[in-house]
């Protein structure tokens, strides 16, 4: 396959893509990601509306594009609605992105996960250690909500998870990567100095909801979200004094890619197919 | 009517005076917004407090200097609140100021916001979509929270909703209309980069609380507030590398503006009385 | 005593610790804090986790190194969660950091903080009317969550909450007060233009769990604490242009400090036993 030899080509182009459709992006996201995910969204050039209600949360689905659900701080009532919106987002056939924070912390946690995952959520998003837990392969040793473990060894773990769901599951960390149980992409694009920013991988779940809002080809929208991002958060990085003005440069960077810095920037990696 | 005339120097001496009395303005808003409604409030010199809780809602109204209302992130528990900080200062007649964001959206949105309607806010600030939704002369087109329609197209709107209300309608835009009614003003300040960062009409909601708690005017605190925080946010805009770098640059521009920026930099025309 | 000749040297010490043990800090915040909060505790190096719900709060704290409970937006179910966290917290030894945000306002926070002090908090954290209404020795005079009082105001309430308690207390304003009943510092570091910053206070209370779980004296703890956090804030002003921008040389200057900076800026003060 030579899906990655267009890959740097395809971010961008799904990059305009987002800019001129800008897509109506839902989010059921944490109350630390909220700020930094819809100033994300809006960076990419999309529209973000934070919709939580069960009274209102089926019916804002309806118009919008794409739905996130971000389940990093819980609540009973909130749960709820993560089901209502999920299930109504499956039904519709619109895309939607799961991000388990912190899955392998609490019981409450993988109940919720699990019952997430029942509803087959296009794309999973995580660190090595949530999707590790989420993929129940390995007794999660997740002990807040920041990975201790490596992309590499969350690589079975991911495939098994997309290859049950039939959907899309990204590994954030160093390196990440990108795989639908069949095709596998690594990103090596992004810096150290994004683990000292909260709530940016939150960010990056939501703006995946932008680019799966664009492209119906999950593993493609969620390869181009994650490098261009990850290419933000390092072109940001460089001129960064840092993780206070990192954050603001991510956002000015997302805003203002160009197809120059994305073409010679996004660096991809397609594996052959491993069955 | 010379009213225009004086506008810029009125902003001037409002915001002095908002920076002098320093007034307590309560805040219950959308949890994107938080962060930056408090930090614009504490910008411009007045004290932010965001209390929501239905058991102390009430008492801490009869404190504040003014209260807004912002329909952002809705649940029920939120809006019996609304309702009772509403009704507590409309009995105390301090001023208050509502933000019906997304208001044409979802059922639960045009409910709530017909019934703090009732409750006669000082001051409405919507988008134009969110104005003409709430005016109810149109089939709402909104989609999600941003709007999809211009100032022009809303004045009509505005206009018989201040009428309606006995209040002050702001709509903002690229050129922003406030009016009572009667008396109409436009304001051309601001910078199209403002829409890429998330919650800055909800900042302006709360900022608006601080000049409505120093000025028994609402028309002229509303439109002090809406061209002070447009100034600034152009005047920020000027150096900004985009987004990220704005939002940092807002909150230092209204900390600093001085009398000869704000009596330069305010662009206001009032019309004549419409009927 | 010579507490104060080794304070800058213990305060850089601790900070060393928490960059090396990266303690997993869990915080029951305010919505306005989130961002702020998390932002410092990855800043000194430390992992932060939001995590509030009652079904895994308790499970949470057994896997945390220290929690932090901030009054700030409260809502009934949410004191209860910070009841059974606070509880867990005290019986498996782990150290717990009050903040009792707004507590002269209402007597909804009178009564939670009331309760929370039941369940003896390690470190108390506040502004002079906080701490003021909270020991009880004088009628609260606070109108907002802004403190109206001095630190000096404060001390003796400070001694007495320190003592009732068997805990330590910081009194944080123009000068910071860090007493256990027996043993004060005084610290001189910080900015007045912090306060024109939302959520630094609070985000001092999360930074203070960070270093209360890497050292078991509270005392020397919350004084690193609070002289590293006000030694990164003054440095990052002389370069501010104003709040926003503070803010995130803030994060920056916390981040990148050195042993050199540290020893040379922080300015600390100890006062004999009173008794």
């Given at each position: 396959m030579n899906?990655?030899d267009?890959?740097?080509?395809?971010?961008?182009?799904?990059?305009?893509r987002?800019?001129?459709?800008a897509?109506?992006?839902?989010n059921?996201?944490?109350?630390v990601?909220?700020d930094?995910?819809?100033?994300?969204v809006l960076a990419v050039g999309?529209?973000?509306?934070?919709v939580?209600a069960?009274e209102e949360?089926?019916e804002f689905v309806t118009?919008?594009?794409?739905?996130t659900?971000n389940i990093?701080t819980?609540?009973?009532?909130?749960?709820e609605?993560?089901?209502?919106a999920?299930?109504?987002?499956a039904?519709l056939?619109?895309?939607?992105?799961?991000?388990?924070?912190?899955?392998?912390?609490?019981?409450?946690?993988r109940k919720?996960a699990?019952e997430l995952?029942?509803?087959?959520p296009?794309?999973?998003?995580?660190?090595?250690?949530?999707?590790?837990?989420l993929?129940g392969l390995a007794?999660a040793r997740q002990?807040?909500?920041?990975?201790t473990q490596?992309t590499?060894e969350a690589?079975?773990?991911?495939m098994?998870?997309a290859r049950?769901?039939?959907?899309?599951?990204v590994?954030?960390?160093a390196?990440d990567?990108?795989t639908?149980?069949t095709?596998t992409?690594?990103?090596?694009n992004g810096d150290?100095?994004?683990?000292?920013?909260?709530?940016?991988?939150?960010a990056?779940t939501?703006?995946?909801g932008a680019f799966?809002?664009v492209?119906k080809?999950?593993?493609?929208?969620?390869t181009?979200?994650?490098?261009?991002?990850?290419?933000?958060?390092?072109t940001?990085a460089k001129?960064?004094?840092?993780?206070?003005?990192?954050?603001a440069?991510l956002?000015?960077?997302?805003?203002g890619?160009?197809a120059?810095v994305v073409?010679?920037?996004v660096?991809?990696e397609?594996?052959s197919?491993?069955?």
């Open positions: 899906l990655a267009n890959l740097a080509e395809e971010s961008w182009e799904l990059l305009q987002v800019r001129e459709r897509p109506l992006v839902q059921i996201t944490n109350f990601a909220m930094a995910a819809a100033n994300a999309a529209s973000p509306a934070m939580h069960v949360v089926a118009v919008a594009d794409a739905l659900i990093g819980l609540s009973s009532a909130w749960v609605s993560m089901r209502v999920a299930r109504t987002a039904r056939g619109k895309p939607w992105v799961l991000d388990p924070v912190g899955v392998g912390a609490t019981a409450f946690r919720t699990t995952l029942d509803l087959r296009t794309i999973v998003r995580g660190n090595a250690s949530e999707i590790i837990a993929a007794q002990k807040g909500v920041d990975s490596t590499a690589e079975a773990s991911a098994l998870l049950t769901l039939g959907g899309t599951v590994v954030t960390g390196v990567l990108v639908d149980g095709r992409v690594r990103i090596a150290p100095l994004m683990t000292r920013v909260t709530a940016l991988g939150c990056l939501a703006v995946t799966a809002a492209e080809d999950a593993l493609l929208a969620a181009a979200a994650t490098a261009v991002f990850g290419l933000a958060g390092e940001a001129a960064a004094r840092g993780p206070g003005s990192l954050r440069a956002m000015d960077t997302l805003h890619l160009d120059a073409r010679a920037g660096r991809v397609a594996s197919p491993s069955t």
